[in-house]
């Protein structure tokens, strides 16, 4: 496993998905469409915190995401605000924002002791890509921060990464005291050092997303009106514990559904992973084993992963694939567009 978590700002977009999505969330965020990096929409920050489920513990990190700021925003240069890796809730480092008058720069952080920052000063109003690497580690820890594929600081090493006073990390945090339409995010992947895939620098990378559009080659679970399974599945949906009329639910083993999803209009090369994002709650107390599911276009099916749902509260389970998990290779354009995802109660 290498890829850990995406967001691109396009299918989660109100704060009944981003609470869904991150274990952690409060505030919000302004989603800006049209205002993308490369194409679809961005996210501004707004005095928000936005935690995805934890990850295993790892020694390597990594951090991908586009940043545009359109102006001098003051208020990012108060620290303590910014990009984190954590273990146990406890900052390992942050990437922090300096919004200068003319231009903005980007540094390192270890608690509130700066470890490196950008000697270039990158320019408003309009759109960078950045990436950074970090092995955390009390004595032996290094970093290095990519600004459109070439280093802006770093390669460093044998320096104290590790805030928490222990190597590794297993969170990242979108942590912002500040709120600005100004300051815009987009095609954030978050990664680590594990596994053969997607373990070292990405590069300069998109994200789009693709939504439910229709119903596949099984439709068992029962929808709660409507005339179609998709249609059920293929908008945001509503508040917790279960939505009144718009969603399908199983209580028998075996019973799957499978649905297809809009063809990918804007990426057309190597796609270098997928993450599926169910959302799925107990219609009562109680706790039902899912496996999500994938057929390829060749109608051959794949397990991806189980889920145990056990709370009436509405959460989103995500699937982030490195690989398709039917052949085990890399995933293209044919296997998304021509494929179909799922999910089968298992127990």
Known sequence: MALRFLEGFETHQTLNQWTRKYS?????????????????QAGSIAATVAIPPAFPLADTWGVAFGLRLNA????LNSGAQGLYFEKGGTEQVHLEIQSNSGSFEIRLMRGA???????????????????LKVTIN????????????????????????????????????????????????????????????????LGDTVIEGVTVNGNGATQ?????A??????????????????TNDFNSS????????????????????????????????????SRVVTTRFRDPSTTEADISDKTVSSTTYASFADVMDVNPQDGLGWDVADVNGGQFGVKVKS
């Not at 990158?122 to 990436?131: D, K, M």
């Not at 222990?166 to 680590?192: G, K, P």
């Not at 005339?227 to 509503?238: E, F, I, R, T």
Request: hydrophobic share 35%; glycine share 10%; net charge negative.
């Open 72 to 75: 001098q925003v003051a208020g």
């Open 138 to 201: 009390t004595s032996t820890g290094s970093y290095e921060l990519r600004h459109n594929e070439v280093t802006a600081f770093g390669p460093t090493s044998g320096v104290n990464t590790a805030n928490a006073g222990s190597n590794q990390a297993s969170e990242f945090a979108h942590r912002f005291t500040t709120t600005s339409t100004n300051v815009l995010f987009d095609d954030v992947f978050i990664w680590d050092g594990t596994g053969s895939h997607n373990n070292n620098f």
């Open 113 to 131: 002791t700066q470890l490196a920052i950008t000697s270039a000063a990158y320019a408003y109003n309009i759109w960078h890509h950045f990436e």
């Open 220 to 224: 068992q679970w029962t929808r709660a």
């Open 251 to 286: 209580d028998t083993n075996t019973q799957e559904d499978l649905y297809t999803y809009t063809d990918l209009a804007n990426i057309t090369g190597f796609i270098i992973g997928v993450q599926l994002d169910t959302q799925m709650a107990m219609a009562s107390a109680g």
């Open 24 to 40: 952690t969330f409060t505030g919000t965020w302004g989603i800006n469409p049209g205002n993308g990096r490369v194409f679809g």
């Open 226 to 243: 409507g005339a179609s399974n998709a249609l059920m599945v293929d908008d945001p949906g509503s508040s917790s514990p279960v939505d």
